[in-house]
């Protein structure tokens, strides 16, 4: 096993609200339809698609993507972040961050669709592009997540959920610098590479990133700036 030095980005509801990057969670909605005025939840069954149980690459037409789809928001001003997640599998990535992604043999291991913005005005921010992406190969077997010293998440404890402080990549390919986990406390998040997080850093908006070894505490204290560990920089 190859112990390489491990960053985790993930955006804490505490720092949300306070460096005001990304619109608070009642603040916006991602629709296949678009509804300025009114707030209409996604329609298609397109959203219902498991990878795990439905296949990848899937052939049923129910699950295609749509070609737009609309994220509605109270923002008064052009979004500037660089990746928003919505589900577990489903992101909104900036095109730079598309790129990124696709540099670190992903791009046969996700899907991508247009993603149109629009302010509290119901106007298009058009300054930078999006795209909704859909994460149909996670990562997680590629990690020892060292099971033996996971700790309980808390919150979570009628579910069973957990974190892993001491996980580890199995074997390092400096090809692959970023990873998606579908392990439940780590899907709104990104695993780095020390490669990963040195380029996150130079060309990506205001990143929240943390060591992971620390998000047992960042997970545990995500509402309370006070308790947060503090970022790397």
């Known amino acids: ?44 069954d ?13 052939y049923d037409t ?6 737009i789809l609309y994220l509605h928001t109270k923002l008064k001003v052009q979004p500037s972040f660089d990746w928003f997640p919505q589900n577990y599998n489903l992101k909104i990535v900036s095109e730079s961050f598309l790129g990124f992604m696709i540099s670190n043999q992903l ?33 997680d077997d590629k990690f020892d997540f060292h099971i033996e010293n996971k700790k309980r998440a808390i919150g979570c404890n009628k579910y069973n959920y957990f974190l892993y402080p001491d996980m580890q990549l199995k074997n390092y390919n400096d090809k692959q610098n970023i990873f998606f986990l579908n392990e ?38 995500q509402y309370n700036i006070e308790q947060l560990p503090d970022m790397v920089k």
């Open 1 to 44: 096993m190859d112990k390489q030095e491990l960053y985790i980005w993930f955006y804490t509801p505490a720092r949300i609200e306070k460096f005001k990057l990304l619109p608070l969670y009642e603040d916006f909605w991602l629709s296949d339809k678009y509804c300025p005025k009114k707030q209409v939840p996604i329609l298609g």
């Open 46 to 58: 397109w959203v219902m698609y498991y990878p795990p149980k439905d296949g990848y690459p899937t």
């Open 62 to 67: 129910r699950f295609a993507m749509p070609e």
């Open 184 to 221: 439940f406390c780590y899907q709104d998040s990104i695993i780095l590479t020390t490669d990963g997080k040195d380029y996150v850093m130079q060309n990506f908006n205001r990143p929240e990133l943390y060591k992971l070894e620390d998000y047992r505490f960042v997970w545990n204290n």
């Open 107 to 139: 791009h046969d291991r996700f899907e991508a669709t247009e993603c149109k913005i629009f302010g509290i005005d119901g106007k298009e921010f058009v300054a930078k592009k999006y795209f909704v992406i859909r994460i149909c190969e996670f990562d």
